[in-house]
Structure formats: C-alpha cells, structure tokens
C-alpha cells in the first residue's frame, strides 16, 4: 500500500528565509500530491497540489517540486513570515482517501 | 459560512460513556469522510460515506465505532463505551465526489478527550 513520510518532524527557520520541508512517497504510481497546513487548533487547509506529469509547480510564496526518480517531493515557502507556523502534510489520494504523511513542524523565529 | 462544520468542537467522555460527532458537509457535497488524527501525527482515514451509504469502512475500528450519513441532517460518528485510547481529534472532510474525491475540504475537528 501507499505509504508517506517526511524526513525531519520539526524545523526552525528565522522569520525571511526559505524553507523547504520534504516528504517521501513508496508508490511509484501515486500520480497526484497534495500539501496541506495545519494550524494549532484547527483542520487541514489545502496549499497546493502537483501532478505527476509536472516537475514543479507555484503558487503565491509556495512551490512545490516534484523528483518522480526518487519518489520524493518538496515544498519551498519563500520569505517565511510568523503566520507559516504550523504542522505541514504531505498527501497522496488512495481509492477515495487521503493518504498523509506524519507531517513537519514549521517553527518561525524572529 | 459555507466551510464544512463540525460539532461539538470539544468533547470530554468518561471511559464506558459514548461519544456522537457531528458534520455538515460544504453546501452542494455529498460525500463525507472521517479522519483521525492522534497527538504529533498525521491524519488516518476512517470511513468514507455518501448519503444513505457507505462506501468505505476500512479505516475504522471493527467494534466500538459507526458511522452515519442520513439522507437529512448531518454525518454522525459515533463512539461507544469510548476507552482513553479514544482520545484523539477527529476530521470530517466533504467533497463533490464524482472522481473529485481527492479535493477533500476539511472541518475544524472535534478534540476528544476520555478521562
């Protein structure tokens, strides 16, 4: 089956710079991801998504690059600000569900 | 607010007790999912239904737990004899369906907590 992970559960970048969280997928034929934020408190909310016949993908301050070689995609969220803190997922569709990741805490400090 | 609601937002059980979780789904959905989600972890599908029916259950615990989506009202999750193990929050997400089940919006969760 479908299976999800990240590489680091918790990073800490200061308020400006990049960050880049990374998640891993086992299915070579998972053809559609998704990145969702989580806020304390509060459900999942959808950032971006990327198809499997695209490399990368932007959106407003966030892009998401996808290496089908490796089985691993990224999300870049550039000039990190206050209001990125939170717990970010990875997650794939799996026969009408949502497969996440554990997801990576997003700590901005000033 | 049209978003998908859930309700109540917190809920404090004591072991043995029963739980019931509610969800609206977004106006114009009729698909409805349950998920959930234990501390510093990612969220685990549980049932996946459409009105009068469900399509898939095989998230969900085989005894304690069911689920419910009437053709009126809200879907239902609901919790027998809840253990502390229970304790989690729970995410109700809706979608149109109709191959679309992957863009899946999700409520704000109903934090458990069986003391």
């Known amino acids: 089956g479908e299976s999800v992970g990240l590489h680091l559960p918790t990073l800490s970048v200061q308020e400006g710079d990049n960050s880049i969280i990374n998640c891993a997928y086992s299915n070579s034929a998972s053809d559609y991801f998704i990145w969702y934020k989580q806020e304390s408190g509060k459900g999942p909310q959808f950032i971006i998504d990327?198809?499997?016949?695209?490399d990368k993908r932007q959106g407003q301050r966030v892009t998401v690059l996808l290496n089908k070689t490796v089985k691993h995609l990224s999300l870049q969220i550039a000039a990190t600000q206050p209001g990125d803190s939170a717990v970010y997922f990875c997650?794939?569709?799996?026969?009408?569900?949502?497969?996440f990741g554990t997801g990576t805490r997003l700590q901005v400090f000033p | 607010n049209a978003g998908v609601m859930q309700n109540p937002r917190h809920l404090v059980r004591r072991r043995g007790q029963e739980a019931r979780l509610r969800c609206s789904p977004m106006k114009g959905h009729s698909h409805v999912y349950w998920y959930r989600q234990l501390p510093e972890e990612g969220l685990k599908f549980m049932v996946y239904?459409?009105?009068?029916?469900?399509?898939?259950e095989s998230g969900m615990p085989k005894e304690r737990f069911s689920a419910e989506f009437p053709k009126e009202g809200p879907s239902i999750l609901r919790i027998q004899q809840v253990v502390r193990g229970d304790s989690a929050a729970y995410f109700c997400a809706s979608s149109l369906g109709q191959g679309r089940s992957y863009e899946q919006y999700f409520g704000p969760g109903t934090r458990l907590t069986v003391t």
């Open positions: 997650a794939v569709p799996g026969a009408d569900k949502l497969i």
């Open positions: 239904l459409q009105k009068e029916n469900i399509i898939d």
């Open positions: 990327i198809r499997s016949n695209m």
